[in-house]
């Protein structure tokens, strides 16, 4: 069992930055494929990044590719989203995500955070 709790969101004006933080209970941390996934008011849940157990391999949508990074921090049980150059359109609910399977994270996962609200005004 995976427990995830998202925090750092809040309110920037475009072109700010924010840095996303998801702590995970557990002892088997190091073991979880990593993602981050978003949810824009009235839209379906959409993948951002995802991160290998390892952290040797990164993928991220093209929406974000050049302006987010994923990175994990297995001593402190953490993966982050660093967002850089932040528009109104990347307005959402952030999820963190878990998974066992690396190739899950593109669509689902077994362990979900609750979730934690960025807005970014224009």
């Known amino acids: 069992q995976v427990q995830l709790v998202e925090s750092g969101g809040g309110l920037v004006q475009a072109g700010g930055s924010l840095r996303l933080s998801c702590a995970a209970s557990?002892?088997?941390?190091?073991?979880?494929?990593m993602a981050w996934f978003r949810q824009a008011p009235g839209k379906e849940r959409e993948f951002v990044a995802r991160?290998?157990?390892?952290?040797?391999?990164?993928d991220y949508a093209d929406s974000v590719k050049g302006r987010f990074t994923i990175s994990r921090d297995d001593g402190k049980n953490t993966v982050y989203l660093q967002m850089n150059n932040l528009k109104p359109e990347d307005t959402g609910v952030f999820y963190c995500?878990?998974?066992?399977?690396?190739?899950?994270?593109?669509?689902?996962?077994?362990?979900w955070g609750q979730g934690t609200q960025v807005t970014v005004s224009s």
């Open positions: 991160i290998s157990w390892s952290g040797g391999r990164t």
């Open positions: 995500a878990a998974d066992l399977n690396l190739g899950r994270l593109a669509t689902e996962a077994d362990y």
């Open positions: 557990g002892r088997t941390f190091s073991s979880y494929a």
